[in-house]
């Protein structure tokens, strides 16, 4: 079956008792402000970051395997920093020249990429779906003409869809590949050959789960989520306040 | 509109943000490129969905990735990529597939018609992408069409084509 | 047709009658591509019975059954649950008839085992600690309890099977109706799903069965009807009409074909 890499890993840390309401604000919090931070607090941040992942039993390493393609990307992000940054040459070969603040700066943004989608895994990773979406709910609520039940509702859904959709997309390009179907030449008939069996799986998958919402007296008016503070919330929102503090002015 | 038809449209939304979501992930080689799918399930959701639950589709998107679900392109999340340099093509999502929806249906859903409602679309995702990467990263205009826009015209125009026929194939089944 | 077999001793009158749980009255029901799925079906469920719902592929019992908790609603005829029409009452009638799909996969609507076992609960507005009380008591009974933190999908076909079983029991249903529930399950798995099926007739609940298999069920089967071309055509005791299964295109049990008559499957 094909995992997710945000995908929620049951667990007693902290983190994972920690309310989804406060949680939430704090990513939204810490990955704003580290958008202007420098490379030490950066760093600094890591460390703490390799220690929840720690504490909540999540092994970093072999998350990152499970994101290779997101690596790659960062790697494109920091070859076209390093080219496009002017500055005082570094190497210079073939009329392209590569400058020490094209490194430098191409480094950091990619490091705080890697940072920022991190921090998003520990997250998903320590967050109850039904808590992520009932935060999202709690958040909502106090916009007028927002229906947010039927978002909470459809946030669900959509979670559940990414594995079918995974799976199928692997069946299907399996199935392709078994009729030599990767020789097709034509780009447009290839995206169709890979998207519309795989669409309309999904959409027979979708319509089987609409019946099994149905006979289970699917309303948008359902029981509410309910939050548990931990306790430790004062702690973690000072602790993320101080991290802001240092990620702006340092 | 009747309940079991608000479920159906409800589903069928969450179905494309997951599709918008994965389609971050799902690429297809083509020539030396592989094609990134994400911006094509957007038109679908625009044609299939119709202007209001395109939309809320995408709404819904960008809010689970403002959550922090690795969902935005290149399985990236979070405030600060809503608001850094690519953020515009994010939030053009949204206009976008409110033209589009609204041509196509207009236009009566017909193959053609589709095909110049998304064109119309993703033009809009660049008229709000490329200013916002311009104003953020202060670059020149030519600079910002060049890395933001002129690349991408073949492979939009290749998933447009193949849109429109997806469309035509689907709608029958899906009864929209 | 005759509703009633045999041994069952309640009144014949198809209306109302005080055992009668499900009351199916003259009903059809034609696909909107003009396939005409079920053909003036007549039938009355008793309390307590552990109905096997036989038929080839494409005989209509997927279509009956989506009938039984209001899913389609028929084009004529009636059918009435616990006495009242179904139209009318479509809530009360999806909590009386609970309903396991055959496609496991596609009926999970929860992230974890816990949220898809409390889904129902939720639409019914219940209190959240009711609902963690109820869902706790049903995975419990059901010897899911230690997977309550999984993914649901992740877990074993058996396993699923159950899950789905225990999201329709914790809203109480008086009658559980499964779809083909032993398709895609290795022995283990329907061994387990077949003895939770026997636990639940035997604490009061009405069984309906539909397959095209009857081998897993039919010694616990207290009542079989047979299904061609959208009708009903026998209705009786598993002993009296297992010669005429082949007729009807359903592969009768070995042990029966061998003239050792019906026996348990394990
Ligand atoms: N959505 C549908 N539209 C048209 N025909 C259908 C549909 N679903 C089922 N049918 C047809 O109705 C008949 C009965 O199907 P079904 O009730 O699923 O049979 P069974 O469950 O006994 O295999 C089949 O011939 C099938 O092709
Ligand atoms: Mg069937």
Redesign the pocket.
């Known amino acids: 079956m094909a995992l997710i890499p945000f995908a929620f890993r049951p667990g007693k840390s902290a983190l994972h008792l920690l309310d989804a309401r406060l949680k939430f604000f704090l990513i939204c919090l810490v990955s704003t402000s580290m958008l202007s931070a420098s490379f030490v607090p950066c760093l600094i941040y890591s460390l703490l970051l390799i220690l929840f992942f720690n504490l909540a039993r999540i092994k970093v390493f072999q998350l990152l395997i499970s994101m290779k393609f997101f690596l790659l990307l960062l790697g494109f992000i920091f070859l076209a920093r390093c080219f496009s940054t002017p500055g005082d040459t570094l190497i210079s070969a073939y009329g392209i020249s590569i400058s020490r603040l094209g490194v430098t700066t191409g480094f950091l943004v990619a490091f705080k990429f890697l940072l920022v989608m991190m921090t998003g895994l520990l997250f998903s990773g320590t967050t109850r779906p039904a808590q992520v979406k009932g935060a999202v709910q709690w958040f909502l609520r106090p916009i007028p003409f927002l229906p947010e039940k039927r978002v909470a509702v459809m946030i669900s859904l959509s979670l559940a869809f990414m594995p079918i959709i995974l799976k199928q997309n692997q069946k299907v390009a399996d199935a392709q590949a078994a009729r030599c179907g990767n020789l097709e030449k034509n780009p447009v008939k290839k995206i169709i050959r890979m998207v519309l069996p795989l669409l309309k799986k999904i959409f027979l998958c979708a319509d089987n789960i609409i019946l099994a919402m149905e006979s289970r007296c699917y309303t948008e008016d359902r029981t509410d989520p309910e939050f548990q503070p931990s306790g430790k919330e004062p702690s973690f929102l000072l602790g993320s306040l101080i991290l802001a503090f240092v990620f702006i002015v340092l | 509109m009747n309940t079991s038809n608000q479920l159906k449209m409800t589903v069928y939304s969450a179905l494309f943000v997951a599709l918008i979501s994965i389609g971050a992930f799902i690429a297809i080689p083509i020539g030396p490129v592989p094609i990134v799918l994400q911006n094509m399930f957007v038109l679908l959701a625009a044609i299939l969905l119709g202007p209001v639950w395109g939309i809320t589709c995408i709404g819904v998107y960008l809010l689970i990735g403002l959550a922090g679900l690795p969902v935005f392109a290149g399985g990236t999340s979070g405030i600060g990529k809503l608001f850094g340099p690519t953020g515009g093509y994010l939030l053009g999502y949204l206009p976008a597939v409110f033209v589009t929806a609204a041509i196509s249906k207009g236009l009566g859903k017909k193959l053609s018609g589709d095909i110049i409602a998304m064109i119309v679309g993703s033009l809009i995702v660049y008229a709000v992408g490329v200013p916002w990467l311009k104003v953020v990263t202060s670059m020149t205009y030519t600079k910002a069409l060049t890395v933001g826009m002129y690349p991408f015209i073949p492979g939009d125009g290749i998933k447009i084509i193949a849109a429109a026929y997806i469309a035509k194939s689907i709608r029958p089944i899906i009864k929209l | 047709m005759q509703p009633k077999t045999a041994d069952h001793k309640s009144d014949q009158t198809p209306d109302k009658a005080p055992g009668n749980i499900i009351d199916i009255q003259a009903v059809s029901y034609t696909?909107?591509?003009g396939?005409q799925?079920?053909k003036d079906i007549t039938l009355s469920v008793c309390k307590k019975e552990f109905i096997l719902l036989a038929?080839?592929?494409?005989?209509?019992?997927?279509?009956?059954?989506?009938h039984l908790n209001g899913l389609v609603l028929p084009d004529s005829g009636q059918i009435l649950v616990n006495g009242k029409k179904i139209n009318d009452h479509l809530i009360a009638t999806r909590k009386t008839v609970g309903m396991v799909f055959q496609d496991a996969d596609a009926q999970i609507v929860g992230d974890t085992v816990f949220d898809e076992v409390a889904f129902g609960l939720e639409n019914l507005k219940f209190e959240r600690a009711l609902i963690i009380k109820k869902v706790t008591q049903v995975l419990e009974e059901l010897n899911l309890y230690d997977l309550k933190d999984r993914n649901p999908r992740a877990l074993s076909g058996g396993e699923k099977r159950k899950l789905a079983i225990a999201g329709v029991l914790v809203m109480d249903p008086d009658i559980i109706v499964f779809?083909?529930p032993f398709s895609n399950l290795d022995y283990p798995g329907a061994i387990g799903v077949l003895s939770t099926i026997v636990k639940l007739n035997r604490t009061g609940h009405t069984i309906i069965i539909?397959t095209?298999d009857i081998e897993t069920v039919i010694s616990h089967a207290s009542r079989i009807i047979i299904?061609a071309d959208?009708k009903i055509q026998q209705d009786g005791d598993p002993k009296i009409l297992m010669p005429m299964l082949e007729s009807y295109g359903i592969r009768e049990p070995c042990s029966s074909k061998l003239g050792f008559g019906i026996q348990p499957w394990h």
């Not at chain 3, 038929?55 to 989506?66: A, E, F, H, I």
Request: charged share 25%; no cysteine; hydrophobic share 25%.
């Open positions: 696909y909107p591509d396939f799925g079920i038929g080839k592929n494409g005989s209509g019992k997927t279509t009956l059954l989506r779809d083909e539909a095209h299904m959208g």
